[in-house]
Structure formats: structure tokens, C-alpha cells
């Protein structure tokens, strides 16, 4: 039997272990989102709408932004660069099985997990206190699910090519901690990116950082076509996972563990 499936069920179940430290984040969570939502419809106060954001959407974006954060995550992921840099990547490329793979299944399992601890909740909270822009299309709910699953499997390859760096940097701590910075501005996260300068926006399309968070939150909010949005995170996954496969390949045929 593939060990594939397995993974994602123990990906689950290993995040599903540690209740009080999502307890802990979801409140964490809420708190950023309450702050973030309060600057943003202060600044829609004074102008009514913004690159075609009203406070409803406004307020949509940040609370699925919220929630997305966790199932999608753009720091805190250093295992790979861990076993890379204690030498125990040796033991998971002698197992019968394709470690890419492996681990994009338990990071599947994880990020199930998080939709269910981390994104319902926060979601549901917003609608409590603040106006939601619900999908007006049924068919909006299956494009998002797809979507949100493209978009963990994009942030996936990002994250492996970044701990795959271990291989020829042995830390890879600055270059992930980089990218935590950056990465929540480029992808959507902080302020819509259609409020954006029109070069920059220009430029990130060619990148997959929208993918992450801002594809998600505008097929969702009805912004863009579903069907091109779901094709350009395709893109950017199958292209990132190709590249991370040549990248693990060159770093394991000139892995050098320490002390033997």
C-alpha cells in the first residue's frame, strides 16, 4: 500500500495532538485580526471604496487571511533543514519512498487540520462582529476549497526550496526568516495587493507569492475567474515541485554529514 495516504492522516494527527497550542494561536489569531480589521475600516472611513474593496470585503480579506495563515503557513517550517543539517536526511532518502512526496502528504495533513482548528474558526468569529461578503455562486465554495489546497501546495514548494538551501548553506535560518518578512507582504497577506502600486502588481503576477493568499481570498470574494485563477497556482505548484525535485536531487548527491 502507498504510505502517501498514511502520511496525510499522521500529519493530521500529529497537529491534531497539540489542542492547546491551536487554542492558543486561534486566540492569538483573532486578537491580529480584530487590530487589523479596525485599521482597515478606518481607512475605508474616509474613502468609501478602495480598488474596489468596500468595508465588507475589506473585512473578508482580513479575517480569511487570518484563518488561511495557518493552512497555508510562510514561516516556522524548518524540519527539512533541521534533518538536513543534523545529517538525519540520510535515514529519510534511505526509505522506500519519494521524500518530497512524503512530506507534501503530511503537510496536507496538517493543513486539514488547520482549516477545521484555525481558518472555520476565525471566519465564523468575523461574521459574528462584522459584516461578511459571502459568495453569491454556490459553485464559489468548491473553487475556494481548490484554491486553498493549491495554495498549500505552492507555499509547500516555496518552504521546500528554502530548507533544501541547508544542503549548500547548512542554516538555512536566514534565508526562511527573510521570507517571513517578505513573504506576507508579497503574497497578500498585510493589505490587499490591488492596493498596490499597478507596476507592482504587475511584477508580483510573474512570481508565486499571490498564490499563497490573494488568489484564495479574490476567488472567494468573487473577484477574479475561478478557472484562470486555479490554473495560475497549478502552474506555480507543478513548477515549484519540479524544481524542488532537481534541488534534492544535486543537494543529497553532495550531502556531507557532520562528524562521519
Do not use: C
Not at 516556522?76 to 512530506?103: C, F, K, N, S, Y
Amino acid at each position: 500500500m502507498s504510505p502517501y495516504p498514511q502520511l496525510v492522516i499522521a500529519g493530521f494527527r500529529r497537529y491534531a495532538t497539540y489542542r492547546q497550542a491551536a487554542l492558543a494561536g486561534l486566540t492569538t489569531n483573532v486578537v491580529f485580526g480584530l487590530l487589523r480589521a479596525a485599521v482597515l475600516v478606518a481607512v475605508l472611513a474616509e474613502r468609501p471604496v478602495v480598488a474596489g474593496y468596500d468595508v465588507a470585503a475589506a473585512v473578508t480579506f482580513v479575517w480569511l487571511g487570518q484563518g488561511l495563515l495557518t493552512v497555508v503557513v510562510l514561516w516556522g517550517d524548518t524540519e527539512l533543514a533541521t534533518r538536513i543539517r543534523t545529517g538525519d536526511v540520510v535515514v529519510d532518502l534511505g526509505r522506500p519512498w519519494d521524500l518530497q512526496a512524503a512530506l507534501l502528504a503530511t503537510d496536507l495533513g496538517r493543513a486539514g487540520f488547520a482549516v477545521l482548528a484555525r481558518l472555520v474558526p476565525p471566519v465564523v468569529f468575523g461574521a459574528l462582529f462584522f459584516p461578511i461578503r459571502w459568495p453569491e455562486r454556490p459553485a464559489t465554495w468548491a473553487f475556494f476549497a481548490a484554491s486553498v489546497v493549491l495554495g498549500v501546495v505552492v507555499s509547500f514548494g516555496v518552504r521546500f526550496l528554502l530548507n533544501a538551501s541547508a544542503f549548500w548553506l547548512l542554516d538555512a535560518r536566514g534565508v526562511l526568516a527573510v521570507w517571513g518578512v517578505v513573504g506576507g507582504v508579497l503574497s497578500g497577506l498585510l493589505v490587499p495587493l490591488a492596493w498596490f502600486p499597478g507596476w507592482a502588481r504587475t511584477a508580483l503576477a510573474f512570481t508565486p507569492a499571490p498564490s499563497l493568499f490573494q488568489t484564495p481570498i479574490d476567488v472567494f470574494l468573487e473577484r477574479s475567474a475561478p478557472l484562470g485563477a486555479l490554473a495560475g497556482q497549478a502552474f506555480w505548484a507543478v513548477l515549484l515541485l519540479a524544481v524542488g525535485r532537481v534541488v534534492l536531487h544535486r543537494g543529497s548527491k553532495r550531502l556531507v554529514v557532520q562528524g562521519g
